[in-house]
């Protein structure tokens, strides 16, 4: 325990000075250039579809012996620099009580969507005990992971807010941003109460032991940036902000959000992840000084065969080079048809290439 009886979240803290992905995330020179993707575990992967055979996709979320399981097996497979936890971004919303399931090949589907100021105030609020077996699957982790760091995540308030008032995955968020413009006080607490969900959710793999957390907002790139810094930023840096005593590279990712990467680096990253639309030495100008960057391969060029691939490849860790430090990924996650040995050959070029020259003292 410290101050004022919180328990201090870096007790459990590991210290993996040798990590390429801690170092490339603190904007510290890495020993190799570091490699992880989004989307890593799952069903890409023939090892992740025998595991899941006869359980539920929340069910796998809230089984720790099976969320550690397919949490290793990319790790295992690729030797990629980082593991991502096997959760989803609707779990906190499951495990506070809300009515959500995971259909397969749609999404998240919500039993009642949220859209009035009654159905806000109804909306259940996270205890960190909801999400007690979440915290199991990271003690678990960090046992068997070694020297590998462990990515912790959770969705940010606006595409949390999206799937609730949805009802499901949406093209076009029209309910969403009718309820953003129309009734302002009933949007900003509705991403109140997500904000307090979120943080309670990532507070709690934190305190088991993650090294790293990501904030998804997925969907923020439907948003105009004025919308985005009026009406979500707010929520997203309360959430950000509310880990920046816990010692954790905190990164922040959506699609489409080259317009917004500014802003999402001023709510309080310090890795901003970037999608394939724009380049990494582009984007290395629009976030705040300092701010490292991931990505950003296309998931669908991995399609395309291995020489298309390596010229990607190589031309994403040049641009990278404009970052303080650059965590290599892909531009969103892996597509379920994705060939996993397309995947382990990324990994390779990305390590097998050497980090460009040190400027001249
Ligand atoms: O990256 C990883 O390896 C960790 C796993 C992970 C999952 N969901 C597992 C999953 C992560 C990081 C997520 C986050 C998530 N979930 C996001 C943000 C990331 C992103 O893609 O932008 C979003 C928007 C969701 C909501 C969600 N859950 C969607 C859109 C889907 C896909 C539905 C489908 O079937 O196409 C899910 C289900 C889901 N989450 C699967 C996995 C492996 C597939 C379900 C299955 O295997 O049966």
């Given at each position: 325990?410290?101050?004022?009886?919180?328990?201090d979240?870096?007790q459990?803290?590991r210290?993996l000075?040798?990590?390429?992905?801690?170092?490339?995330?603190?904007g510290?020179?890495?020993?190799?250039?570091p490699?992880?993707f989004?989307r890593?575990?799952?069903?890409?992967?023939?090892?992740y579809?025998?595991?899941?055979?006869?359980?539920?996709?929340?069910?796998?979320?809230?089984?720790p012996e099976?969320?550690c399981?397919?949490t290793l097996q990319?790790?295992?497979?690729?030797?990629?620099?980082?593991?991502?936890?096997?959760?989803?971004?609707?779990?906190?919303?499951?495990?506070?009580?809300?009515?959500?399931?995971?259909?397969?090949?749609?999404?998240p589907?919500?039993?009642?969507?949220v859209?009035?100021?009654?159905?806000?105030?109804?909306l259940?609020?996270?205890d960190?005990?909801?999400?007690a077996?979440v915290?199991?699957?990271?003690?678990?982790l960090?046992?068997?992971?070694?020297?590998?760091?462990?990515i912790g995540?959770a969705?940010?308030?606006?595409?949390l807010?999206?799937y609730?008032?949805?009802?499901?995955?949406s093209?076009?968020?029209e309910?969403?941003?009718?309820?953003?413009h129309?009734?302002?006080?009933?949007?900003?607490?509705?991403?109140?109460?997500?904000?307090?969900?979120?943080?309670?959710?990532l507070?709690?793999?934190?305190?088991?032991?993650v090294?790293?957390?990501?904030l998804?907002?997925?969907?923020?790139g439907?948003?105009?940036?004025r919308?985005?810094?009026?009406?979500?930023?707010?929520?997203?840096?309360?959430v950000?902000g509310?880990?920046?005593?816990?010692g954790?590279?905190?990164?922040?990712?959506?699609?489409?959000?080259?317009?917004?990467?500014?802003?999402?680096?001023?709510?309080g990253?310090?890795?901003?992840g970037?999608?394939w639309?724009?380049?990494?030495?582009?984007?290395?100008?629009?976030v705040?000084?300092?701010?490292?960057?991931?990505?950003?391969?296309?998931?669908?060029?991995?399609?395309?065969?291995?020489?298309?691939?390596?010229?990607?490849?190589?031309?994403?860790?040049?641009?990278?080079?404009?970052?303080p430090?650059?965590?290599?990924?892909?531009?969103?996650?892996?597509?379920?048809?994705?060939?996993?040995?397309?995947?382990?050959?990324?990994?390779?070029?990305?390590?097998?290439t050497e980090l460009?020259a040190?400027?001249?003292p």
């Amino acid at each position: 325990m410290s101050r004022a009886g919180v328990v201090d979240i870096d007790q459990h803290r590991r210290d993996l000075p040798g990590s390429p992905f801690l170092a490339a995330a603190r904007g510290e020179r890495p020993s190799r250039h570091p490699v992880w993707f989004m989307r890593q575990a799952g069903r890409s992967l023939p090892e992740y579809r025998e595991v899941r055979k006869g359980t539920g996709m929340l069910e796998a979320c809230l089984t720790p012996e099976l969320a550690c399981e397919i949490t290793l097996q990319p790790v295992r497979r690729y030797g990629v620099d980082a593991a991502i936890l096997f959760s989803d971004i609707v779990v906190p919303l499951k495990a506070a009580g809300v009515g959500v399931d995971i259909v397969a090949g749609t999404g998240p589907v919500v039993d009642e969507p949220v859209r009035s100021a009654a159905d806000v105030a109804a909306l259940p609020v996270l205890d960190a005990e909801g999400v007690a077996p979440v915290a199991d699957a990271v003690r678990l982790l960090v046992r068997e992971l070694g020297e590998t760091p462990l990515i912790g995540f959770a969705g940010a308030p606006f595409t949390l807010a999206s799937y609730l008032v949805e009802g499901g995955p949406s093209r076009n968020h029209e309910r969403t941003k009718a309820l953003m413009h129309a009734e302002p006080d009933t949007w900003h607490a509705l991403c109140s109460a997500l904000a307090d969900t979120t943080l309670t959710f990532l507070r709690a793999q934190v305190e088991a032991g993650v090294d790293a957390v990501q904030l998804f907002d997925s969907w923020a790139g439907a948003l105009s940036e004025r919308d985005y810094r009026e009406l979500v930023m707010p929520h997203s840096a309360r959430v950000l902000g509310g880990l920046a005593d816990a010692g954790v590279p905190r990164i922040h990712f959506g699609v489409g959000t080259g317009e917004l990467l500014g802003a999402m680096g001023e709510a309080g990253a310090d890795v901003v992840g970037v999608d394939w639309r724009l380049p990494l030495d582009v984007a290395a100008r629009r976030v705040p000084p300092g701010t490292a960057l991931q990505g950003n391969l296309d998931p669908a060029l991995l399609f395309a065969g291995p020489d298309v691939v390596a010229g990607e490849v190589r031309r994403i860790l040049a641009e990278g080079a404009a970052a303080p430090g650059h965590v290599f990924n892909l531009g969103h996650g892996v597509l379920p048809e994705t060939d996993p040995d397309a995947l382990a050959r990324v990994v390779d070029l990305v390590h097998a290439t050497e980090l460009p020259a040190l400027p001249a003292p």
